[in-house]
């Protein structure tokens, strides 16, 4: 499951279709803090937080945006932009540039010089993660930075 208290508290939740939930049977699974009070207090707040504040639409909205900017790049770097909501993916192509192979890494720290951190992972992929509470303008930021930072192996 994913944390869902923010880092106040140990509770984390899965959410899930009744097909797939179904197949598990009691005793199957388990949760060190499954069921604790005031977790369930604390969880029941947190998803009132997201259903008041549009969180959910908020990263619909953001990470098509997200995805449209990093399409809009174009880069030669990029082989392929996926996501579901924030969570979004840009693999990269290894490429030689002077000499050396870029990879994924590299362009992370290029970002990361230039202001943007990012989780690589596979060597190929850049794993970006933003807050459900991101802004339409720290969108546009980032996604200036990750096009700055492509530029750079160009």
Not at 34 to 50: Q, S
């Amino acid at each position: 499951g994913k944390a869902i208290s923010g880092g106040t508290y140990p509770v984390s939740a899965v959410l899930s279709s009744h097909e797939v939930i179904l197949t598990i049977k009691p005793g199957e699974h388990g949760s060190t803090y499954g069921g604790n009070p005031m977790g369930c207090k604390i969880a029941m707040a947190a998803l009132n937080v997201l259903r008041e504040e549009g969180l959910v639409q908020n990263a619909e909205k953001m990470g098509e945006l997200t995805r449209k900017n990093l399409k809009d790049m174009n880069s030669p770097l990029i082989t392929t932009i996926r996501g579901k909501g924030l969570l979004n993916a840009i693999i990269i192509k290894p490429t030689e540039v002077k000499g050396r192979t870029v990879t994924a890494w590299d362009v992370c720290l290029e970002m990361a010089k230039n202001g943007l951190l990012a989780k690589p992972t596979h060597d190929d992929i850049i794993r970006l993660a933003p807050p459900l509470t991101i802004t339409e303008a720290q969108v546009t930021e980032a996604s200036d930075i990750i096009a700055k930072s492509l530029k750079a192996f160009q």
